[in-house]
């Protein structure tokens, strides 16, 4: 024997908001992370190449190729490098095709998890690199790094490094609504891996065959139109060529 019990349980839920003062109880949770490097911020850091900046931030990890990423578990296709928001993605080898120079950045953007609707067919993240821009008025610089006067008589080794960077801008001839900028950078190094070791291998302190010659330019003019329309135009050139020494063949009797 049993009985069939049938109860009618009313809920009354209060849509109103507790609030003290301005401040409202509710709170917005962050899904996504920007890491923004300046020039100056660059600079300071030992790195020359604006894509070994990833290094730096959470989140990502290096595929032990070279400048070749991960962020937050995403395949390297699911990557976008772009350069003032346009894409630079070698198709072939899901790698960058152009990338600017240390003098010609003005600041790099990393983005983590989502992003701006203007990218586009990315889902791992961004790397967003914004090239500097003639002023109004002219400005340059010129640099060089040199291991010129070391070496072995001060009890200093030499890899054989060489660097070479200058850059120019301003207004482009007369006319004041046109900006044009150029930069180039020349680096060279007679081992490109320097190591300690070498010195066990070779008393001159670095590996035969092991050099790397590296040489960029980048160049861009801008116009405004209107105060809130402007046209940008650049161009750029990378040639980077390199040799790498592999010990092996040192005790092939062949």
Same mark, same amino acid.
Request: proline share 6%; aromatic share 16%; glycine share 10%.
């Given at each position: 024997n049993y #009985?069939v !019990?049938?109860?009618?349980?009313k =809920?009354k %839920?209060?849509t109103s /908001?507790t609030? *003290?003062?301005?401040?409202?109880i509710?709170k917005c %949770?962050?899904v996504?992370?920007?890491?923004?490097? @300046?020039?100056? @911020?660059i600079k300071n850091?030992? %790195?020359?190449d604006?894509?070994?900046?990833? &290094?730096l931030?959470p989140? %990502?990890?290096?595929?032990? +190729? &070279?400048n070749?990423?991960s962020?937050?578990?995403s +395949?390297t296709?699911e990557i976008?490098y772009?350069?003032d928001?346009?894409?630079?993605?070698n198709?072939?080898?899901d790698d960058y095709? $152009?990338?600017?120079?240390?003098?010609?950045?003005? @600041?790099v953007e990393?983005?983590?998890?989502?992003?701006?609707?203007?990218?586009?067919?990315?889902?791992g993240?961004i790397?967003n690199?914004?090239?500097?821009?003639?002023?109004?008025?002219?400005?340059?610089?010129?640099?060089t790094?040199?291991e010129?006067? *070391?070496?072995?008589?001060i009890?200093a080794r030499n890899?054989?490094?060489?660097?070479?960077e200058?850059s120019?801008?301003g207004?482009f001839?007369?006319?004041? +609504?046109?900006?044009? $900028?150029?930069?180039? &950078?020349? +680096?060279? /190094?007679?081992?490109?891996?320097?190591?300690?070791?070498?010195?066990m291998?070779?008393?001159?302190?670095k590996?035969?065959?092991n050099n &790397?010659n590296y040489?960029?330019?980048f160049?861009?003019l801008s116009?405004? !139109?209107?105060e809130?329309?402007k046209?940008?135009?650049?161009c750029?050139?990378?040639n #980077?060529?390199?040799?790498?020494y592999n010990?092996? =063949?040192?005790?092939?009797?062949?």
């Open positions: #009985k !019990i049938t109860s009618n349980i =809920f %839920i209060d /908001m609030e *003290t003062g301005t401040n409202s509710r %949770i962050p996504s992370s920007k890491n923004v490097f @300046k020039l100056s @911020k850091l030992p %790195i020359r604006a894509l070994s900046l990833p &290094e931030v989140g %990502i990890t290096h595929l032990g +190729r &070279e070749t990423y962020i937050r578990g +395949r296709d976008g772009f350069i928001g346009m894409p630079v993605r198709f072939f080898n095709s $152009f990338i600017l120079h240390q003098n010609a950045i003005d @600041k990393i983005y983590r998890g989502w992003f701006d609707a203007k990218y586009g067919r990315i889902t993240g790397i690199i914004i090239p500097r821009y003639g002023k109004s008025k002219y400005h340059f610089n010129v640099s790094i040199s010129a006067l *070391t070496g072995l008589w009890g890899y054989g490094y060489r660097l070479y200058g120019f801008g207004p001839y007369d006319f004041p +609504r046109a900006k044009f $900028f150029v930069s180039f &950078e020349y +680096r060279k /190094m007679d081992d490109r891996t320097p190591s300690p070791l070498t010195t291998l070779y008393p001159v302190g590996l035969p065959g &790397e040489s960029s330019f160049a861009n116009y405004n !139109i209107r809130n329309i046209v940008e135009s650049g750029g050139i990378n #980077k060529k390199f040799n790498t010990i092996l =063949f040192r005790y092939d009797i062949d």
